[in-house]
């Protein structure tokens, strides 16, 4: 069977950004949102940064999707990267999070409210 390159390509990125998503949720998410389920003041924190995120990207008006949260998620590393910031790599001190942890860990949170079918490999 041979598909249109449109749908190829669509799916390609669809697979991407879903990689892209299990990656950031893997480093970055399993072990925030597991603190921020034993400190209501880092929930706080999640809750109020994933608020934010949804606003940006105009959540209330049209559905998440995993590209929409990992492109966001790719702006964030961009711009601390400028401004001499480095992402989280290896284990993360949720103690004491800076505001890049916060928001990053605010997108895992979203993105486990994804429509599950938007996760699945196509």
Same mark, same amino acid.
């Given at each position: 069977?041979?598909?249109?390159?449109?749908? $190829?390509?669509?799916?390609?990125?669809?697979?991407?950004?879903?990689?892209?998503?299990?990656?950031?949720?893997?480093?970055?998410?399993?072990?925030?949102?597991?603190?921020?389920?034993?400190?209501?003041?880092?929930?706080?924190? $999640?809750?109020?940064?994933?608020?934010? $995120?949804?606003?940006?990207?105009?959540?209330?008006?049209?559905?998440?999707?995993?590209?929409?949260?990992?492109?966001?998620?790719?702006?964030?590393?961009?711009?601390?990267?400028?401004?001499?910031?480095?992402?989280?790599?290896?284990?993360?001190? &949720?103690?004491?999070?800076? &505001?890049?942890?916060?928001?990053?860990?605010?997108?895992?949170?979203?993105?486990?409210?994804?429509?599950?079918?938007?996760?699945?490999?196509?």
């Amino acid at each position: 069977m041979r598909l249109p390159y449109s749908q $190829v390509a669509t799916r390609t990125a669809a697979n991407a950004a879903r990689s892209a998503l299990a990656l950031l949720s893997a480093s970055v998410g399993a072990s925030g949102l597991a603190a921020a389920a034993a400190n209501p003041g880092l929930l706080a924190m $999640v809750d109020q940064h994933a608020a934010a $995120v949804r606003d940006s990207l105009d959540g209330d008006r049209r559905p998440l999707t995993p590209a929409a949260l990992v492109g966001y998620a790719d702006g964030l590393r961009a711009a601390a990267l400028e401004h001499g910031l480095t992402p989280p790599t290896g284990a993360v001190d &949720w103690t004491e999070p800076d &505001w890049l942890r916060i928001r990053l860990l605010a997108v895992c949170a979203l993105a486990r409210t994804l429509d599950p079918r938007h996760l699945e490999a196509a």
